[in-house]
């Protein structure tokens, strides 16, 4: 069942490269109509007193060429939505097969915590595609993060299946670390459609230099930061609850519900960065793309609490699994 589990993540890694390359095309090519409908030539007529009388301009004539660039482009588009939906599934099915093999949540280590993570998200990200299909451009992103995190999982953490550590033999392992996965892996999505509106605002400012140029073809940034708003509205709650309840299990394990422990600390500097997100894009006077930076870094310093902390750092929540 562990070999099972390990092939399948190797398979899920592929349906993500193969969903990353479809969107890329779709990226590439979406926007051949556009081209051709802002070079169409815009009709005068001259009236009877000899003044010019503009007239709407008339619809493109068809472009054989641009016409199947934007079917291909949305075939391509349509299979890397397809890829990431069979790749979503394997990843589940090596999740389960991870845990019949240990006969545990399969959590208990960096590896299993980072193929947890990225599942949340790329689950999440099927939902809110199929509630918003226009936003389905920004999956290409999406798909690389996805590459990125399952193949380093795969390649620089994989442990093989091991008992859990006795600390972790508690109901709270199942109470908080599922809540801290699934804050983690919505905040992990939040930072997509972030990182897109900071890029898709500063080109919709006039700002044509790279990497601003990337996101010509991105949805329009308001509706970018409304999903980035969205996203982490509903993740933060969920992390403060996670939070509190690590404090509680804490007290339980080790006779005191703060200790200032590494993983803890970074923990408290990612609740107060969100915090701070939420607390900007609900003023008026900070501009979003003030507020959306603070999203990002947020973003970060869970990065940094996931790798940087359980790499460098030794405490007592050192469980990564990479001795």
């Given amino acids: 069942m562990s070999a ?32 051709v409908a802002a070079a169409a030539p815009v ?7 000899g003044g ?4 709407p301009p008339a619809p493109a004539p068809s472009q054989p060429g641009a016409d199947r660039s934007a079917r291909r482009a949305r ?15 394997l990843h589940l099915a090596a999740l389960v097969t991870r845990g019949l093999a240990a006969d545990r949540m ?9 193929l947890t993570v990225t ?26 993060v996805m590459v990125l995190l399952v193949a380093t999982a795969e390649l620089v953490l994989y442990v093989p299946i091991v008992p859990l550590v006795p600390a972790l033999n508690s109901y709270w392992f199942i109470i908080h670390v599922s809540t801290i996965v699934f804050a983690s892996g919505i905040f992990l999505l939040g930072a997509v459609p972030a990182v897109g509106f900071l890029m898709r605002n500063g080109y919709e400012n006039g700002k044509r230099s790279f990497p601003y140029t990337l996101a010509k073809r991105l949805p329009a940034a308001v509706g970018l ?33 703060w200790g200032w422990d590494p993983k803890e600390t970074w923990a408290f500097i990612s609740w107060v960065v969100y915090a701070g997100y939420l607390h900007a894009r609900a003023t008026p006077s900070v501009k979003r793309n003030v507020a959306t930076w603070l999203a990002v870094l947020g973003f970060l310093t869970m990065l940094m609490n996931l790798f940087g902390v359980n790499i460098f750092f030794t405490g007592l929540h050192s469980y990564g699994g990479l001795d």
Wanted: hydrophobic share 60%; aromatic share 14%; no cysteine.
């Fill in 4 to 35: 099972l589990s390990d092939n399948l993540v190797t398979f899920a890694i592929l349906a993500y490269l193969v969903a990353m390359i479809g969107h890329a095309v779709e990226y590439a090519l979406g926007n051949a109509r556009t081209r």
């Fill in 43 to 49: 009709r005068e007529l001259v009236g009877a007193g």
């Fill in 52 to 55: 010019i009388v503009p007239t």
């Fill in 75 to 89: 075939l391509a588009g349509l299979i890397g939505v397809g890829a990431t939906a069979v790749a979503a599934v």
């Fill in 106 to 114: 399969p959590w208990g280590n960096m590896y299993e915590f980072v």
């Fill in 119 to 144: 599942f949340i998200g790329v689950a999440a990200w099927l939902v809110v595609l199929w509630k918003r299909p226009s936003l389905r451009k920004l999956g290409l992103f999406l798909t690389l």
């Fill in 225 to 257: 930061e409304r999903l980035t708003f969205t996203l982490h509205a509903f993740a933060f709650p969920i992390f403060t609850f996670a939070v509190i309840a690590g404090a509680i299990w804490a007290e339980a394990a080790w006779g005191r519900p």
